[in-house]
């Protein structure tokens, strides 16, 4: 079998295998992808998912730590 044949020029997935979806932005806190581009994401033509990943660096401040649960009950 020619290993030419699984070579493709797609951009590949972000997906980092861990796939939560943070409640308030909506994104999915492993590759900061949206719900529908997750979705749509084998569908997306190359130059489609080449914009997403250029949008990817600037959704990580969006998804800031929760400000609570344990670690402030034990500060009060």
Do not use: F
């Amino acid at each position: 079998m020619n290993d030419d044949v699984w070579k493709r020029d797609e951009v590949d997935s972000p997906c980092v295998r861990i796939c939560v979806v943070h409640p308030k932005e909506r994104l999915c806190v492993g590759c900061l992808r949206s719900i529908d581009e997750i979705a749509r994401w084998s569908r997306m033509s190359a130059d489609e998912r080449a914009a997403v990943m250029d949008e990817l660096p600037g959704r990580a401040p969006r998804l800031q730590k929760r400000r609570g649960g344990r670690t402030r009950r034990n500060q009060g």
